[in-house]
């Protein structure tokens, strides 16, 4: 069997793994700006040990400066061309529009520069796949309203969405909400913002957390198609599968949950609504 001719074959990145920049075109400083390698990168990512801002004598950052695609964008997407791929996932820096994520006005140099990119691409034939948040979340919003934990952060989200759907209206058609939604129940730094105090009852905070994601990934697809309605919008999700160690029914059982625990975010999205079984094993 052949592949359509209309298949979109290509590849990936997101925009803290390879942008770079973290200082450049009045971005703001993010949560995966400040998340170091070495032993406690987990713990920081698992939202356990406070690390808002950098500390160069400690930690090396990768993100800081990354593959430093901000500078270099037309020579990358010429070599992504060369390689006949003819889709690019992507993502969106949110602190490259919104440097601290609450304003008002969004920063005309960020949005500029993902024009350009789009430009760039389309010149190549390349269709832009949009990921609007892979994981960067503003430092701002953290220290000030406690990451995806606040329902606040839902109307700074559909700030950011409104921007980008209505400027790059004709130049992107297909968007993700999130990418892989269902990590901040892993790394609820990582994937929501937020750093846990002490005594809190941590998976109250986490399906908070993603209750409020879910809202505002709803609303950024109905936004998306108000505002354009040939949009293509999606959601992602860290896939993977819990198998049980044998077929004595307890393991049986904790397997089928712990599939649940991350299944129940695309369920919530394709679906409209919260499974019956998210409310009893949690």
């Not at 505002?216 to 049980?244: F, R, V, W």
């Amino acid at each position: 069997m052949s592949l359509r001719k209309d298949f979109l074959w290509g590849g990936a990145t997101a925009a803290n793994q390879c942008e770079g920049g973290y200082n450049k075109g009045g971005r703001g400083l993010a949560n995966v700006d400040v998340v170091p390698i070495g032993e406690d990168r987990w713990p920081i990512i698992a939202g356990k040990v406070k690390h808002l801002e950098f500390d160069d004598e400690k930690y090396f950052y990768p993100a800081k400066e990354a593959i430093d695609m901000y500078t270099h964008w037309k020579e990358d997407i010429a070599m992504f061309a060369e390689m006949g791929f003819k889709t690019y996932r992507m993502s969106i820096g949110w602190t490259r529009i919104f440097p601290k994520g609450d304003e008002a006005l969004p920063n005309e140099e960020g949005l500029l520069f993902y024009e350009n990119i789009f430009k760039e691409c389309r010149k190549y034939g390349i269709e832009p796949l949009v990921t609007i948040t892979h994981f960067d979340f503003p430092i701002h919003l953290i220290k000030e309203y406690g990451g995806w934990r606040n329902r606040k952060v839902i109307g700074f989200y559909e700030n950011l969405v409104r921007v980008l759907f209505t400027r790059y209206k004709g130049l992107v058609k297909y968007w993700l909400t999130f990418n892989e939604i269902n990590v901040l129940l892993h790394g609820p730094f990582m994937g929501a913002g937020i750093v846990f105090e002490e005594g809190e009852n941590e998976m109250q905070v986490k399906m908070t957390a993603a209750h409020h994601e879910l809202v505002a990934s709803a609303l950024a697809t109905k936004i998306g198609h108000e505002i354009d309605p040939e949009n293509q919008i999606g959601c992602m999700l860290a896939g993977g599968e819990t198998y049980p160690y044998d077929c004595r029914p307890e393991n049986v059982w904790e397997s089928i949950n712990k599939n649940r625990e991350n299944y129940f975010l695309i369920d919530v999205q394709a679906r409209g609504y919260y499974p019956s079984y998210t409310f009893f094993n949690w």
